[in-house]
């Protein structure tokens, strides 16, 4: 089975994506005058070329670099969402950041090496290459947050974030140690084995659960679930807006798809203990993030609350441990990206439109200013609340059903209390939107077209409004993702 | 297939809206077109509806119009319209009362005109859907989104304290109606289905049924609304512009008394009768609670909103007493309350218009000045009080004879409310149409203070309908009949195998005793 020259077929998206990210370094390099320009068209051209290469790939051919690397269903349909999203995130940042005073070409390299470390992380099956992954994409994380070294909450939530990711690696690691000394083995499949072999003998198995928990512990830590979720306020309010969409999308997609991953195929028989843990988890971040939002008044303070909220529900259908619950959770994910990044994108449109949004009390008097993209922000809001009749709803009560499934009864009620209370404020959002009158007279807005941002967001909105009609096709996709990586 | 007459009118105002939505132009001209777009796609759907009344079967029993559409296989969730002589007036109240609103709305709303008529266009959608649906999870989502219309119709064109009133009405309808999401899913968990047709004869566990019909209850009554948690209600009047307040009486309202018949009574028959007792006495609470509340109001629309809420509750009392009589009455009741009550807060938003004030003490000795309102306002309040030739007379005595005929003493007391309900009302028509002219009503001149034409035209065609069906009402029962004697149908059984369990005897003649008593009357 081991050649000397691995099979690298079904790595070869993630090749190409090097490959490309050295090119940009180099034309980043030599041309410095406009590196910036043709590095901002190339990336988001790229990562689509990478998509396209993803999608050629032959099915049939899952297994490479000895079996600790592996594309089947899951890795590719969550590698397909996570590349159109940053390819979303590539083109917002490439028009906005001109006027957040970052031109600097190592954002579209970072951003690229994230979505390298991503695309990899989807895919590994060995603790080596899921550490080195994580590492990657935090690594380049750190770096983009703190790109902007003459705006001071920068610097601040660059540290914070270093330290509390440092922390959290730190705890990943000790955890996969104990995975290592139990089983010897670096690849999940052969760790899987083993735990199971020790389950099936009845021997001491106090130092594989001490490693799960440390692991959870540290997922929980970079997914921004309660009570580990304190950093992410302040790193969502001290980044520039391009790089908060990043942070607060697809890497949580992908920590999302490698932690399912790992709880599956790694340590599906310990399932009585993780699966009371992630519900813990899951009930906590409900609480605290709703608590926590309710008396928010800056957007993304806000919206780092309401994420941790969010991750809430998606780790209660994690925590059931069925088809329908991971399936519900992925869909909700799904959901969540979309509705969100069109947020961030609405923001970044009015940004670009010379308006600051910090606060709510910004937001006063939008609706008149630009009425298509208030209704946008609208729909993002109302589907993120998950009220019906938009697709959120669809998503929430899928997990609702896959908690009630198992039988849940009380969790589901605290569930959907929250979702009443998050409600509260995702109207108070609205409300500042559309209700509250004009209080500050805006100077003449800047003359910017953005006709790029208004594209996406329309086509965001459209994806959102079309999910309303066909369901059917994101839930069974989800549907046989989850199946897939079950049995 | 047929003519898809339901889904061309659910989907008739969303593509209202589309169209307002890519309206261009001045102002002026913007919302000059938006009125008339709007009002040409309500006044089409109004005529589509009695179309449908037309080609409506009368003796049926079954659904009509059945449309289905697959959707969200997860759930079994296909969408599936359809309609029987239950839902067919509802849809023509709806349809009837839009252009109304519109009218009513023509010249009191000056700012963002547009989105507000695509509010009411998405409502009137919503709402129609969700009177036509046959499944549970698309009956929810229908149900659902008809607050966030209703949440930016007053936050954004309510009076001062719209904010309040606005977040008051979401949050309490929300927190009731996430029970009835939990219980649907459960419903299909374990049943596998969602549709209301198929579900009818499902073998409940006794427990279980008690709790799913508690989670759709609260649903239902937090929207009639129940005491205590009524009070979203009249805030959300009194905030709400004039157009919202109608089509919140008249239609929003009806809502939960609709699910409760739809969905309570026939899915969960057991658990029904095991509650109706302990509803029927919330329900006496509530009406003559709430018409004593209404009896001390300042607020003029707030007195309208307490007694509308005292209606409602005749409605679900008549639901509950599960007799023939009560049931219908109940679906009287509520076309009556739809009409009376949305004329009744008509009324108060043309004098609101005038003189700018809900306080019953500025006003005073309008009917020297406004003669033509007052007749049309007394019409509609004594249609209210249960006055006999009225719509709201039908409805209420229905409701007291079929209640009668279980609960003797309820009845009795509830028939209290309707003395109540007329002492508040001819005492607010004292306050506000005879004796002297008060200061504010004086200081406007004659000549610009009666009422114009579209306000006296929309007044009179909700006083004619109500005076026409309260003289000749067969149309209605004779529509409503066929689901009565289907929903008795499922009760008669269960009820004769409780006395059976009982062997009481006496019972059974005391009713035979009651009915002939009714007969000879």
């Known amino acids: ?487 | 297939m047929h003519f898809p007459i339901l889904s061309i009118l659910i989907l008739l105002p969303i593509f209202g809206v589309l169209v307002l939505s890519i309206i261009r132009g001045q102002d002026e001209i913007v919302s000059r077109n938006a009125k008339n777009v709007a009002l040409l796609i309500t006044t089409i759907n109004f005529i589509l509806s009695l179309y449908l009344l037309y080609q409506f079967e009368y003796h049926y029993p079954g659904m009509q119009f059945e449309e289905i559409y697959p959707w969200i296989s997860t759930f079994e969730a296909n969408i599936h319209f359809g309609i029987d002589g239950l839902s067919v007036y509802f849809i023509v109240l709806t349809n009837l009362l839009m252009p109304i609103c519109i009218v009513a709305s023509w010249k009191q709303i000056k700012n963002r005109i547009r989105p507000y008529l695509m509010c009411f266009l998405f409502l009137q959608s919503m709402v129609l859907g969700t009177f036509c649906s046959l499944n549970l999870i698309l009956f929810y989502i229908c149900f659902e989104a008809t607050l966030i219309p209703m949440f930016f119709i007053i936050g954004i064109w309510g009076a001062e304290d719209r904010i309040y009133a606005s977040f008051k009405l979401f949050l309490y309808t929300l927190f009731g109606s996430v029970f009835m999401l939990l219980a649907i899913l459960k419903v299909f968990i374990e049943t596998g289905e969602t549709d209301f047709l198929l579900l009818q004869n499902y073998d409940w566990n006794l427990n279980l049924e008690r709790l799913l019909f508690l989670g759709f209850f609260i649903a239902f009554s937090i929207k009639i609304p129940m005491w205590p948690v009524h009070t979203w209600l009249p805030t959300a009047h009194t905030q709400a512009p004039t157009a919202g307040s109608v089509i919140l009486a008249g239609v929003l309202l009806k809502l939960g008394a609709y699910g409760m018949i739809r969905i309570c009574l026939p899915l969960f028959p057991n658990a029904s009768m095991f509650f109706s007792e302990h509803i029927v006495i919330l329900s006496l609470i509530a009406i003559l609670y709430t018409s004593t509340v209404a009896l001390v109001q300042k607020d003029m629309k707030k007195l309208i909103a307490y007694s509308s809420v005292a209606h409602m509750w005749f409605v679900t009392l008549g639901i509950f007493s599960f007799t023939p009589q009560g049931l219908s009455g109940a679906v009287v009741q509520m076309l009556s309350h739809g009409i009376i009550s949305a004329g009744l807060f008509l009324c108060i938003g043309i004098l609101y218009d005038r003189f700018h004030t809900r306080k019953i003490k500025h006003y005073g000795g309008l009917f020297k000045s406004m003669p033509q309102f007052s007749i049309l306002f007394l019409t509609l309040l004594l249609g209210s009080a249960g006055l006999p030739g009225t719509l709201g007379f039908l409805g209420e005595i229905t409701v007291i004879i079929g209640t009668f005929r279980r609960f003797p003493n309820v009845a009795f007391l509830s028939a209290m409310g309707m003395i109540l309900s007329a002492s508040y009302g001819l005492w607010l028509y004292r306050r506000l149409c005879l004796g002297t002219e008060s200061e504010a009503v004086a200081k406007i001149a004659s000549s610009r203070i009666e009422v114009t034409k579209s306000e006296r035209f929309n007044l009179s065609v909700l006083v004619i309908i109500s005076v026409f069906f309260g003289v000749y009402a067969q149309p209605l029962f004779g529509i409503i009949n066929p689901f009565v004697k289907k929903i008795e149908g499922i009760f008669k059984p269960r009820f004769m195998k409780q006395f059976e369990n009982q062997n009481s005897v006496s019972i059974v003649s005391e009713q035979k005793d009651v009915k002939s008593v009714i007969n000879n009357s």
């Not at chain 1, 010897?184 to 009845?202: R, V």
């Open chain 1, 1 to 487: 089975m081991l050649s000397t020259i691995p099979d690298f077929l079904p790595a070869t998206a993630e090749i190409f994506m090097l490959f490309s990210i050295l090119l940009l370094m180099l034309i980043g390099v030599c041309k410095l005058n406009k590196s910036l320009d043709i590095l901002d068209y190339l990336a988001p051209c790229l990562t689509l070329c990478t998509l396209g290469v993803l999608l050629l790939l032959p099915q049939n051919h899952i297994y490479t670099f000895s079996g600790s690397y592996i594309n089947d269903q899951f890795a590719f349909v969550s590698k397909i969402l996570l590349l159109l999203a940053n390819v979303i995130i590539l083109v917002l940042s490439k028009s906005v950041h001109k006027y957040e005073n970052l031109k600097i070409f190592e954002i579209p390299v970072l951003i690229l090496f994230a979505t390298l470390g991503m695309m990899m992380m989807i895919s590994s099956t060995d603790i080596i290459i899921a550490f080195i992954s994580l590492e990657l994409t935090s690594l380049s994380l750190y770096i983009l947050t703190a790109i902007d070294r003459n705006f001071k909450p920068a610097s601040e939530a660059g540290i914070k974030y270093f330290i509390y990711g440092a922390l959290s690696t730190t705890f990943f690691l000790f955890g996969l140690s104990f995975l290592y000394g139990i089983t010897g083995s670096t690849h999940f499949d052969h760790i899987s084995n083993d735990l199971s072999a020790l389950l099936l003998n009845k021997e001491d198995t106090t130092l594989a659960i001490m490693g799960i928990i440390f692991i959870t512990v540290s997922f929980m830590f970079k997914l921004g679930a309660a009570p580990f979720h304190y950093w992410l306020p302040d790193v969502y309010q001290g980044t520039k807006l391009t790089i908060t969409t990043l942070i607060a999308t697809t890497p949580k997609f992908a920590i999302f798809a490698l932690y399912v991953r790992f709880l599956t195929q790694v340590v599906p028989d310990f399932s009585y203990i993780w699966k009371p843990l992630v519900l813990t988890f899951a009930i906590l971040s409900l609480l605290l993030g709703t608590l926590g939002a309710l008396q928010q008044k800056n957007i993304k303070r806000f919206l780092a609350y309401s994420g941790t909220m969010n991750i809430g529900f998606v780790l209660l259908g994690v925590a059931q441990f069925t088809t329908a619950g991971i399936a519900a959770s992925g869909f909700y994910m799904f959901m969540y990206l979309l509705t969100l990044i069109g947020i961030f994108a609405s923001l970044m449109y009015m940004k670009k439109k010379g308006f600051n949004i910090q606060t709510f009390d910004d937001l006063k008097g939008m609706s008149e200013q630009c009425p298509v993209l208030s209704f946008a922000f609208c729909i993002g809001i109302i589907s993120l609340a998950g009220l019906p009749p938009l697709p959120g709803f669809i998503a929430k009560a899928y997990v609702l059903y896959a908690l009630l499934l198992e039988e849940h009864y009380l969790v589901a009620i605290l569930g959907v209390v929250s979702t009443v209370v998050a409600t509260a404020y995702y109207l108070n959002l609205l409300k500042s939107l559309l209700i509250d009158a004009v209080q500050t007279v805006y100077t003449q807005a800047a003359k910017q077209t953005g006709y790029t941002i208004k594209l996406i967001i329309m086509s965001l909105i459209s994806t959102v409004l079309l999910i309303v009609f066909t369901p059917n096709v994101w839930m069974k996709i989800a549907n046989i993702t989850a199946i897939d990586l079950l049995h």
